[in-house]
């Protein structure tokens, strides 16, 4: 299983991004998606995740702020985030579960700075 994520880079405070994260390969079915970040000295955190069932998990830092969303045809999870602030700046990981196991993509680089 291979996961390609795109749409991390420099952006504004109060500034939006849309991350992309497109799963392949594989032969079992998806159960969830969701991204996690990683800020430089700290541990990896869920940001959001997203189920079969379209039911989704917010972590309390993000809600309102960042809405996670696939598009199941494409096997692709999407993280809208909007109204950045610096303590966003983090490598963000895209995770999926699939059967019995869990895949990460290579994580893309999401900065906030003026």
């Known amino acids: 299983v291979q996961l390609q994520a795109s749409g991390g880079g420099l952006v504004q405070p109060g500034g939006s991004l849309r991350l992309s994260c497109s799963a392949s390969g594989g032969n079992s079915r998806i159960n969830s998606m969701g991204w996690y970040r990683q800020a430089p000295g700290k541990q990896r955190q869920l940001v959001a995740a997203i189920n079969r069932d379209s039911s989704t998990t917010y972590a309390g830092f993000v809600k309102g702020r960042f809405t996670i969303s696939t598009d199941n045809a494409k096997n692709t999870v999407y993280l809208q985030m909007s109204s950045l602030k610096p303590e966003d700046t983090a490598v963000y990981y895209c995770?999926?579960?699939?059967?019995?196991?869990?895949?990460w993509g290579q994580g893309t680089l999401v900065t906030v700075s003026s």
């Open positions: 995770n999926v579960a699939m059967g019995l196991r869990g895949y």
